[in-house]
């Protein structure tokens, strides 16, 4: 079965403490990854779209990542308004572009 | 910029009512989706559109309707809403013509149903 991981659920930093966010997957023939953030009460913003194995996006602090069975989105130098819900997703094979979303990981980033 | 719009942001119903909930998306994309989401649970997967008048179900359609007759335009409906389907409901949109294609989403309804 198709399934999405992200760990770890929750993660407390300092400001300027850096670190990552893993999304693990067991979808063969990827047809991409997704990375979203929420903020409460909101919908999901779209961050990062990723191919394939080995690419690399970056946006301000954060940095995605892409292998063969998980991506990571490194945050570096986190400030408290990074602080959210962030969601990865992937593309299974066919073309009815539904999405397979992970957990979310909820992160807080203290002043 | 992509702008996926819903109906309401807030929405307080009675057990039983029928409630509809809408969706418009500006960026002439073929699909559309309807979720909820609930702590916990994550986003699910109710009801989705590739095209006008098309619709499949997703994970959990039971319950629920949609209704697409214009390209722009999703609809969700309640027949008659419960007490179990209070959540946030979230519309999103995306390219089929694309193969691979990110999902934009809109602002989500908080519903209330009581």
């Known amino acids: 079965e198709d399934q999405v991981t992200q760990s770890p659920e929750a993660l407390r930093l300092q400001e300027g403490e850096s670190s990552s966010l893993n999304c693990s997957y067991t979808?063969?023939?990827?047809?991409?990854l997704f990375w979203y953030r929420q903020d409460p009460g909101k919908g999901p913003e779209f961050l990062f779209t990723?191919?394939?194995a080995g690419e690399e996006k970056e946006k301000e602090r954060l940095k995605a990542t892409l292998t063969k069975k998980e991506s990571f989105l490194h945050i570096t130098a986190p400030k408290p308004e990074d602080s959210a819900t962030y969601l990865c997703?992937?593309?299974?094979?066919?073309?009815?572009?539904?999405?397979?979303f992970g957990q979310g990981t909820t992160l807080q980033v203290k002043p | 910029d992509v702008k996926v719009t819903q109906s309401s942001r807030y929405l307080v119903k009675r057990t039983g009512e029928k409630v509809f909930l809408e969706c418009v998306q500006d960026?002439?994309?073929?699909?559309m989706f309807w979720y909820r989401q609930d702590p916990g649970l994550g986003l699910r997967l109710i009801y989705f559109?590739?095209?006008?008048?098309?619709?499949e179900k997703g994970d959990i359609p039971e319950g629920y309707s949609v209704s697409r007759e214009k390209k722009e335009r999703f609809s969700l409906i309640l027949e008659s809403a419960s007490t179990n389907q209070t959540s946030m409901y979230l519309c999103?949109?995306?390219?089929?013509?694309?193969?691979?294609?990110?999902?934009?989403f809109g602002p989500g309804t908080r519903l209330t149903v009581t």
């Open positions: 999103a949109s995306s390219f089929r013509r694309i193969k691979r294609s990110e999902q934009y």
């Open positions: 979808v063969s023939g990827l047809r991409g």
């Open positions: 990723l191919y394939s």
């Open positions: 997703a992937v593309q299974p094979p066919g073309n009815t572009g539904k999405l397979i």
């Open positions: 960026m002439d994309h073929e699909n």
């Open positions: 559109s590739y095209d006008v008048k098309m619709k």
